[in-house]
Structure formats: structure tokens, C-alpha cells
């Protein structure tokens, strides 16, 4: 069982005034939750496989990761498969992935990442190129409701440099909405994480409170897990009853600064010059996750190693989190 700290979440008077305005002060305000009878809701198990940041523009054996990926989950046959960004941009090239993917014989689903819509491609076409219905949406199965996000916006007067990381206020509206009108347990997905102030979402916090108030609103735990890709990194934290959990890249750790790989050739970074300054994995990595309706999440992980090192973490590299080649198995309870 996963062990990690609980972290008690604050926010400014500016944030409060906002999600006042969005009607959410009523929510904190309330003397005593709404009782809700959990007893009524059905407990019925399900899986999926996740996968994320494949970077098939990037990554020299993309077509063979996504293809192990697909073979594993034919051959467990989960409830439905999710990837959460950093997929690919919709140029016909790409086609052959998505040839890949749509061999899986189920339900499929797409989360959009900063990097899906690299040279000048727009979110419109990268959802047409991958069939997928709308930047964000929701949908129930097996008595559970699953809530996909859009964390690529960017709100009008921000000075943010880079990839846009926010979600706007008409997502969080409609977000906060589809929330209320749910009894179900819930798992949110979105590319940047709302527990990283890496580059993870501008307004994460006010996500995250968001959350905790619709849970005390219900009078027990609706939303109970949260996923996210973008950092390639390999975490949980646990924040006031609600698990963020952080989906590594199924190929790489990207350095910073001026580091250089001598994994492979120097033939090979001549055709692959951006994977100089990334710890390839030797193996694609993913995980299935299986919630049982009751009270436990399982999750399954993989693990690799760097290539042309054979270890499990790199020597001398240090981030906030270790740097690892692998997704944790792990045990939650909510």
C-alpha cells in the first residue's frame, strides 16, 4: 500500500472571489453537507489501460510502443483505454498510430496535450485526426463517471510563457456542473497535473478545491481519483482525500540544461537529434487500473529501464521526484 502525506490546501482572497463567482461559495459556506445514502450506489468493478506521452513525432520506435501497448490490452480486454496527451499532431504521417491504436477492440479515449497541436495545428484538427468527440466531455460506465479536461487553455490577459496550462472559466463552469449532477464515483483525467507547480496547470489549486467542495456537498467521496500525464514523472500524492496520481511517459525523461545522451550512436542522434538531451526508456511503460466499486483502486504499473544503461535510475540526475523508469504498482483506498 502506497503511503504518502496528506497536504492541507489554502488559497488567496483573489482565488476565493472567483470561485464565489462561479457559485462555489455556497459550497463553502455550507453549515452541514448534504446527506447523501451512499449505500444506493452500485458497486461494480472496473478496468482500464492508461498510457501516456508517447510522443510519437519525437520517440525513433514510437510504432513499436503503441503496438505493445495495443497487443497487451487485446489480451486483457479492459472496460476501456485512455492516452493522456502528448499523443501525436494530426498530420497524415500519423496515420500509421492511429491505425495502431484503433486495433484496440473497445472503447477508446483521448486526453489533448501541449504538444498535440505543435506546428501551427489547431485543437479541432487533432481531435478529428483521432476521432475523439470534444476537447473535454464526461461519460458513465460501469456505474462510474469518468470526466476528461482540457488543460491546454489560456485566459484572456495571462502573461504565462509557453504552453498554455488553464482551464478557463467556461470549462470550470461546465465542469463544476457536471460534477453536481453526477452520484457517481468519479476519475478526472487532464494532461498537466493539478499537484505540480512544474509547469503543471496555472490554476491547479482552484481545481483541487473545487473537488473537495463537491465531495463535501455530496457527503461522501464522489471525485476519488484524479490522472495525469505531461511531467514524465512517477508519483502519487493524497490531498484532503483525493488521489493525483502521475502516469510516467511511456518513453522518456526529458534533461534540461546541457546534457547529452551517449545511450545510442552517434549515427543515431545525427537522425534523432532532440533524443540527445532525453533518458530513453529501453521499453514502453503503462498501467492498468482497476476500482473495484467498494473502497479500493489498484494500479499495475510497468517497469523499464534507461536504455544503454540498464538501470532503473539514472546516475547523478535528481528531480523533485526521483527520476525512474517505471509506473508503481500501487494500493489506494477511498
Given at each position: 500500500m502506497n503511503k504518502s502525506k496528506k497536504e492541507n490546501v489554502y488559497f488567496s482572497r483573489k482565488e476565493f472571489l472567483k470561485l464565489g463567482s462561479l457559485g462555489l461559495g455556497g459550497l463553502l459556506f455550507t453549515q452541514t453537507a448534504k446527506a447523501k445514502n451512499t449505500t444506493n450506489l452500485k458497486k461494480q468493478a472496473i478496468?482500464?489501460?492508461?498510457?501516456?506521452?508517447?510522443?510519437?513525432?519525437?520517440?525513433?520506435?514510437?510504432?513499436?510502443?503503441?503496438?505493445?501497448?495495443?497487443?497487451e490490452m487485446n489480451r486483457q480486454q479492459p472496460d476501456f483505454i485512455i492516452q493522456l496527451g502528448d499523443f501525436c499532431v494530426p498530420k497524415p504521417e500519423n496515420l500509421k498510430l492511429m491505425e495502431i491504436w484503433n486495433q484496440f477492440k473497445g472503447d477508446k479515449h483521448h486526453v489533448l496535450g501541449n504538444h498535440d497541436t505543435d506546428g501551427g495545428f489547431t485543437t479541432t484538427e487533432a481531435l478529428q485526426f483521432w476521432n475523439s468527440p470534444a476537447a473535454y466531455y464526461s461519460f458513465d460506465k460501469n456505474n462510474m463517471h469518468f470526466i476528461i479536461l482540457n488543460g491546454n487553455e489560456k485566459p484572456t490577459g495571462s502573461t504565462l510563457q509557453g504552453y498554455p496550462r488553464h482551464i478557463d472559466e467556461k470549462q470550470l463552469t461546465w465542469l463544476k456542473e457536471d460534477l453536481q449532477k453526477t452520484k457517481l464515483r468519479t476519475v478526472i483525467f487532464c494532461h498537466q497535473a493539478f499537484d505540480n507547480t512544474d509547469n503543471g496547470l496555472e490554476n491547479g489549486m482552484q481545481l483541487r478545491y473545487l473537488f473537495e467542495q463537491i465531495n463535501k456537498e455530496a457527503g461522501y467521496s464522489k471525485v476519488i481519483l484524479v490522472l495525469s500525464g505531461h511531467h514524465h514523472s512517477n508519483y502519487h500524492n493524497h490531498i484532503n482525500n483525493i488521489h493525483y496520481v502521475q502516469i510516467n511517459s511511456s518513453s522518456y525523461y526529458w534533461v534540461e540544461g546541457d546534457y547529452k545522451s551517449n545511450a545510442f550512436s552517434d549515427d543515431f542522434y545525427k537522425q534523432y537529434p532532440i533524443l540527445r538531451h532525453t533518458i530513453v526508456y529501453k521499453d514502453p511503460i503503462w498501467a492498468m487500473v482497476e476500482i473495484d466499486g467498494k473502497n479500493k483502486i489498484k494500479i499495475k504499473g510497468k517497469t523499464s529501464v534507461f536504455a544503454g544503461t540498464e538501470q532503473e535510475a539514472p546516475v547523478g540526475l535528481t528531480d523533485v521526484y526521483p527520476v525512474t523508469a517505471k509506473i508503481d504498482d500501487r494500493e489506494l483506498f477511498y
Open positions: 478496468r482500464f489501460g492508461v498510457i501516456s506521452d508517447l510522443h510519437y513525432d519525437l520517440m525513433h520506435d514510437a510504432d513499436e510502443r503503441a503496438s505493445q501497448f495495443i497487443n
